[in-house]
């Protein structure tokens, strides 16, 4: 176990935290095997594709293949066998009762125990409970390795959009492990992104992935709740925020009014801790609370939407942006998956547009919208009732403003991130309507 610049590492889950892990480590110098169950997803990149939509992603992807450090299977056999450090990196999607299910984990752990065919270090990386550590230490040591194999929680905070950047330049790297020899590897792996390194046990490590999610949301929330109130009293939540963000102990990232928070990571990690929390006798008021905001919010503005168009039914609204966030084709828990299906149950005709995820969408949308096509956003525009900003995609920030009056029904423009300036879409003769704020 060296991580001296040429350690052979599998990686378990070729999702957004797999491959861009996977990637990443192999442009450190090392060799990367990522393993997969799902054998269409190693096909695709085995061929040259790529599952997800990530920038900065193909090029890394095709550097480490080009390399020969960045390698594909099917097969864990490979992924494990020789490997000095093994990274579980497989989905942890909600289970009925809120908690964070752990089949996928169980199954890799189990996998990896019976492919060890030396020490090596099992590091998780997955969105995990408190206990999920011992967990895995347990199944390991059930499978009677006469091999060492400690396990370290090492979670994950790379945002989808700009996931290749936060691998290479993180904020901090947390090591959860009570192993000195597994911490020295793992040190002197990320040693080169040269991150504050933070040293705990492995529950801690966990709670510590939890928490930053809970917070973000609740930040989110927040701005939110304020804007409603901005919205009352005539004030402009983004400038009250950005005012209030000023302030080094509140700061200004992730502190914007808008649709809500969503993707695959903040809606299930705070239910997830919501379980956690209810199991030690935690009422956990303000992660209820986030929660019951995030969801009033699509509410708010599918009932605001309905208001200035005196009322959903029969009603065209043209919607940019179904991804949950710019930069990425990730529909999970998407807010603007869930105000246009707000949108549809009051009776409204939708057409969508998203530069990235449209074929995602349709998996969940099917024939109940209508998809413009990809390089004509503001075709969504034709005919509509109102226009709604859902993504803050680059592509759409300069509309041609008087072509969106001309070819709208009623010029109405819904900005539910906060994105446009409210005086140019006015000046163009179009009514602006954005989140705690307006012209
Ligand atoms: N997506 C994010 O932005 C992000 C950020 C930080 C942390 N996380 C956490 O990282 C974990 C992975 O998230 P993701 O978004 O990359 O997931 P994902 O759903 O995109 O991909 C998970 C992959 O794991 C594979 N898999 C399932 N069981 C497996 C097994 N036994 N062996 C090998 N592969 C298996 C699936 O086929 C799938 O391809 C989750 O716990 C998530 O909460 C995600």
């Given at each position: 176990?060296?991580?001296?610049?040429?350690?052979?590492?599998?990686?378990?889950?070729?999702?957004?935290?797999?491959?861009?892990?996977?990637?990443?480590?192999?442009?450190?110098?090392?060799?990367?095997?990522?393993?997969?169950?799902?054998?269409?997803?190693?096909?695709?990149?085995?061929?040259?594709?790529?599952?997800?939509?990530?920038?900065?992603?193909?090029?890394?992807?095709?550097?480490?293949?080009?390399?020969?450090?960045?390698?594909?299977?099917?097969?864990?056999?490979?992924?494990?066998?020789?490997?000095?450090?093994?990274?579980?990196?497989?989905?942890?999607?909600?289970?009925?009762?809120?908690?964070?299910?752990?089949?996928?984990?169980?199954?890799?752990?189990?996998?990896?125990?019976?492919?060890?065919?030396?020490?090596?270090?099992?590091?998780?990386?997955?969105?995990?409970?408190?206990?999920?550590?011992?967990?895995?230490?347990?199944?390991?040591?059930?499978?009677?390795?006469?091999?060492?194999?400690?396990?370290?929680?090492?979670?994950?905070?790379?945002?989808?959009?700009?996931?290749?950047?936060?691998?290479?330049?993180?904020?901090?790297?947390?090591?959860?492990?009570?192993?000195?020899?597994?911490?020295?590897?793992?040190?002197?792996?990320?040693?080169?992104?040269?991150?504050?390194?933070?040293?705990?046990?492995?529950?801690?490590?966990?709670?510590?992935?939890?928490?930053?999610?809970?917070?973000l949301a609740m930040k989110v929330s927040f701005a939110n709740e304020i804007a409603a109130i901005?919205?009352?009293?005539?004030?402009?939540?983004?400038?009250?925020?950005?005012?209030?963000?000023?302030?080094?102990?509140?700061?200004?990232?992730?502190?914007?009014?808008?649709?809500?928070?969503?993707?695959?990571?903040?809606?299930?990690?705070?239910?997830?801790?919501?379980?956690i929390a209810a199991a030690v006798s935690v009422q956990p008021a303000l992660l209820e609370a986030?929660?019951?905001?995030?969801?009033?919010?699509?509410?708010?503005?599918?009932?605001?939407?309905?208001?200035?168009?005196?009322?959903?039914?029969?009603?065209?609204?043209?919607?940019?942006?179904?991804?949950?966030?710019?930069?990425?084709?990730?529909?999970?828990?998407?807010?603007?998956?869930?105000?246009?299906?707000?949108?549809?149950?009051?009776?409204a005709q939708v057409a969508v547009h998203d530069p990235a995820a449209m074929e995602n969408a349709?998996?969940?949308?099917?024939?109940?919208?209508?998809?413009?096509?990809?390089?004509?956003?503001?075709?969504?525009?034709?005919?509509?009732?109102?226009?709604?900003?859902?993504?803050?995609?680059?592509?759409?920030?300069?509309?041609?403003?008087?072509?969106?009056?001309?070819?709208?029904?009623?010029?109405?423009?819904?900005?539910?991130?906060?994105?446009?300036?409210?005086?140019?879409?006015?000046?163009?003769?179009?009514?602006?309507?954005?989140?705690?704020?307006?012209?």
């Open positions: 176990m060296t991580a001296a610049g040429h350690d052979r590492i599998g990686i378990f889950g070729a999702g957004y935290v797999g491959i861009v892990t996977a990637a990443g480590i192999a442009e450190l110098g090392h060799t990367a095997i990522l393993y997969d169950t799902d054998a269409a997803k190693i096909a695709l990149l085995a061929a040259g594709g790529l599952p997800i939509h990530e920038a900065g992603l193909p090029e890394l992807v095709a550097r480490g293949v080009s390399s020969g450090r960045l390698q594909f299977t099917s097969d864990p056999g490979r992924a494990v066998a020789g490997c000095s450090a093994v990274f579980i990196a497989v989905g942890t999607p909600i289970a009925d009762d809120g908690s964070a299910d752990l089949t996928n984990v169980r199954d890799a752990a189990a996998t990896i125990a019976k492919h060890l065919d030396g020490p090596a270090i099992i590091v998780n990386k997955s969105t995990v409970p408190v206990d999920t550590g011992d967990l895995v230490a347990g199944i390991v040591r059930d499978a009677r390795l006469t091999r060492r194999a400690p396990v370290v929680s090492n979670p994950e905070f790379l945002r989808e959009g700009s996931a290749v950047n936060d691998f290479f330049h993180p904020d901090r790297i947390v090591i959860g492990c009570d192993d000195a020899g597994a911490e020295a590897f793992l040190r002197v792996l990320y040693a080169p992104l040269g991150a504050p390194v933070i040293v705990t046990d492995m529950r801690t490590a966990e709670m510590i992935k939890y928490t930053a999610n809970a917070f901005c919205a009352g009293v005539g004030a402009d939540v983004t400038a009250v925020l950005a005012g209030a963000g000023a302030d080094a102990r509140i700061g200004p990232a992730h502190f914007g009014a808008g649709l809500g928070f969503g993707g695959s990571c903040l809606p299930k990690d705070l239910r997830a801790l919501q379980q986030t929660l019951a905001v995030n969801r009033r919010q699509i509410e708010r503005i599918c009932a605001r939407i309905g208001a200035l168009t005196d009322g959903l039914p029969g009603r065209r609204i043209g919607v940019l942006g179904l991804a949950f966030k710019a930069g990425t084709d990730d529909v999970r828990d998407s807010p603007a998956i869930a105000l246009i299906e707000a949108l549809l149950a009051g009776g349709r998996s969940l949308l099917g024939a109940r919208v209508t998809y413009a096509l990809p390089d004509d956003a503001f075709d969504v525009a034709g005919d509509a009732d109102a226009l709604v900003l859902a993504t803050d995609w680059p592509g759409y920030a300069d509309p041609d403003l008087a072509r969106l009056r001309a070819a709208m029904r009623r010029p109405l423009l819904l900005d539910a991130r906060n994105f446009y300036d409210p005086q140019r879409v006015a000046r163009a003769g179009i009514r602006y309507e954005g989140i705690g704020r307006s012209a």
